[in-house]
């Protein structure tokens, strides 16, 4: 198990589901995790971890504003002195049909897209000009949380789709770029999984979960095993692993 001691990891989007999971996942390993959420309170879970100094939580974020991120950003590297990973978990997917309105369209589009590049081009910023570590000389590594509907079309989540396509393209070439320099950028394309939302929408919604592509192993991801695939990424476990898209999937092609 990879340890992140010493380290320093912004995680997006925290307060629930995937990101809740990632942040209590990384601080477990030891790292201090600095976290944004459009949520302006953190949840219960992070709370003991808060109180830790493991986790620094700041509520009422909207990572699609470019200059919120640059000041969260700023604020993370006078503190710590180093950034050492990024997850751009932070996403929404909205009710679409054959044809998604303007505003889901544009909403998708700020926060699926304009996250992660706000906050992704912060990160390689500041991981360019520092100091290369350890035997591969690394300065940093980027993990984007895309979709299983990033790899195919999905019937009704047209915009959904283009978005997390655009995700895996940007970590595909920010690796281009960057990895020459010890940054290395992957992404995470995970399939259903068992978050609060979810499993709130299955219980409401009947015919939910008939809805869902089938996989070989018969059922949803939990939010922990994603995490773990994350963690992976992150840590140096992975040093040869970049631009790569990790399918969490269960098997689902």
Known sequence: MAS???????????????????????????????????SENPPEELKQVIEAGKVHFEGGIDVGDRVACRKYMEKVVSTAGRLDGLVNNAGIGLVEGPIASDEAYNRMIHVNIGGV?????????????????????????????????????????????ATKHAVIGLSRAWQEDFGKLGIRTNSVAPGATATAAFVKRAKEEEGFLETLPSNPLGRVA????????????????????????LSVTGGHA
């Open 117 to 161: 590049w706000n906050y992704g081009t912060a990160a390689l910023r500041i991981m360019e000009k520092q100091e290369p570590q350890g035997p591969w000389n690394a300065r940093g590594s980027i993990v984007n949380i895309a979709s299983g509907a990033g790899l195919r079309g999905v019937s009704g989540l047209a915009v959904y789709c």
């Open 222 to 245: 939990q939010p922990s095993e994603i995490a773990s695939a994350v963690a992976f990424l992150l840590s140096d476990e992975a040093s040869y692993v970049a631009g790569e898209v």
């Open 4 to 38: 992140f001691a010493g380290k320093n990891v912004v995680v997006t989007g925290s307060a629930s589901g995937i990101g809740l999971a990632i942040t209590l996942k990384l601080s477990e390993r030891g790292a201090t995790v600095w976290t944004v959420d459009l």
